[in-house]
């Protein structure tokens, strides 16, 4: 579904990703995982089409979205959550899901998008009318996810969703991000720094380092990985 072969992405020249090279087969929960500053989100600003590889190439679903301005990469079916949610503060609940539905022209299909954000975040219907920017940080992280879903994506890009919530809302946004994969079958990408949860979930996982990636395998197997218990989880 998505092939990422062999791009390097710079900031200036800064080269920030070195030759990386990835897959994500279709209804696969994929993790790539890291410490600060490895790359991660680069990664995710590529693949959304906000940043160029100066070389490689990006193709979804057979077709090369490399040189593709966001907005049409939006419009391939790839949706991104980004870190830190970057929500419209000032907008409420309900305007902030519109703006994930803008390229929906069809009245029915956004109905039927809206009450399944409904359906999945209950919260979100009972606070529609209230601004964005007042939420908690859980509940914002509730419409950042909402929003993406609102865009009928084939495939969603989390950009580290776990960031800055408590522990127990840590929990509940991985069980959410499974849910996404395994009950509406959306492929998802998921960019983290929490080894243990991304693992735990994800169908198979790639550690970048220092923007190359270094390892990959079956999730759950990388917690075994001597590395990766050293370097991740502190054992």
């Given at each position: ?191 983290e720094q929490n080894v243990q949860h991304s693992c735990q979930i994800s169908d198979r996982a790639f550690v970048i380092e220092n923007g190359e990636v270094v390892l990959y395998g079956c ?17």
């Open positions: 579904m998505l092939q990422v072969e062999g791009i390097d992405v710079y900031y200036g020249d800064v080269q920030v990703i070195k030759d990386i090279s990835l897959d994500v087969q279709d209804k696969e929960l994929v993790a790539v995982i890291g410490a600060n500053g490895a790359g991660k989100t680069t990664l995710i600003k590529t693949i959304s089409g906000l940043l160029k590889p100066r070389k490689g190439k990006i193709t979804f679903n057979g077709q090369c979205i490399s040189n593709m301005q966001g907005h049409q990469v939006v419009a391939q079916g790839v949706v991104q959550v980004p870190e830190g949610r970057l929500l419209f503060p000032e907008m409420t609940v309900l305007e902030n899901l519109q703006m994930g539905a803008f390229q929906i022209k069809d009245n029915k299909a956004y109905n039927e998008h809206l009450e399944m954000v409904h359906q999945m975040f209950p919260r979100l219907k009972e606070r529609e009318k209230q601004l964005a920017g007042t939420l908690s940080g859980g509940e914002q992280q509730m419409v950042a996810i909402g929003r993406a879903l609102m865009s009928s994506p084939k495939m969603i890009l989390f950009d580290e969703p776990s960031l800055g919530l408590s522990p127990k809302l840590v929990q509940s946004i991985f069980e959410m991000v499974v849910r996404i994969n395994k009950e509406l079958g959306i492929t998802v990408l998921l960019v999730g759950v197997d990388m917690l075994q990985n001597e590395h990766v218990r050293r370097a991740y989880l502190g054992l």
